[in-house]
């Protein structure tokens, strides 16, 4: 008996109630852009054309491994750029994903403001960033940037702790035992102000008693750097609890014309 003529109507039928449930779908809940609010197909992998351009434009390009701001590779010198020689920086090496602006910029700032459904897109460009960097094989320990504890409560969450858990790593683990002990005020002065955004954080972070971090390899990980003054104090920290190398990971870097 001839079984492949049913097997063909079934598969037909099959695909007509999934593409029917499809359109049903659409139409009772049209998908948007996660960024936007733009309706898109269902096939655009949650952002419309225009966001995605927006991403691609501020995401990849050469900067340095010290600060992570726009720097040509054949201006790196002994690992660092122009700007960055004869600079105190507590952190051996930063990877990020992008430059603050555009897209990127709104979704970091959605992120932060209740916004934890673009996990998933900002995930995948800190993961990217993460395997794009020369450190990933050394990390033993990721280490969110902590939040006051009262900031975390009015928030409901970290975003730094949340981005962690989306990146994907054969062995490093998640630690929480660097922690926020003074309330800061929201960083003065915009970028400019470098050396006022690093006397507002100067003494606000500490480790736990009975911390498991001396001569570990530890990845920081933020959602944005401006001048590096919250990721700097952190790496001071972690070092002065004998930690051995502190890397840092960031989502966008901001401040690309800073000097």
Request: charged residues 20%; hydrophobic residues 40%.
């Amino acid at each position: 008996m001839d079984t492949a003529k049913p097997k063909r109507s079934f598969t037909r039928a099959k695909q007509t109630a999934v593409f029917a449930l499809q359109s049903l779908n659409q139409l009772l809940w049209p998908a948007v852009c996660i960024n936007c609010k733009q309706s898109i197909c269902e096939t655009d992998k949650s952002l419309c054309k225009n966001c995605w351009d927006e991403l691609l434009g501020c995401t990849g390009g050469d900067y340095c491994p010290c600060c992570g701001r726009d720097a040509s590779r054949y201006a790196i010198l002994e690992g660092v750029c122009p700007d960055c020689q004869g600079r105190q920086i507590h952190f051996d090496q930063i990877a990020r994903a992008g430059v603050y602006k555009d897209a990127l910029s709104k979704m970091i700032l959605a992120f932060k403001h209740g916004r934890t459904e673009l996990d998933l897109t900002l995930g995948f460009l800190g993961n990217s960033a993460l395997q794009g960097s020369s450190f990933t094989g050394a990390i033993e320990f990721f280490v969110p940037v902590p939040l006051h504890w009262s900031r975390r409560l009015v928030r409901g969450y970290n975003q730094s702790l949340v981005l962690a858990r989306k990146l994907k790593h054969p062995t490093a683990k998640i630690n929480t035992d660097l922690v926020r002990i003074r309330y800061t005020k929201t960083q003065p002065g915009g970028v400019a102000n470098a050396a006022a955004r690093a006397r507002n954080v100067a003494g606000a972070f500490a480790v736990r008693y009975g911390h498991k971090l001396a001569g570990r390899r530890i990845c920081l990980v933020d959602d944005i750097k401006t001048t590096g003054a919250t990721l700097n104090e952190c790496a001071k920290t972690l070092k002065q609890a004998s930690a051995s190398k502190v890397f840092a990971l960031v989502l966008a870097v901001a401040g690309q014309n800073v000097s």
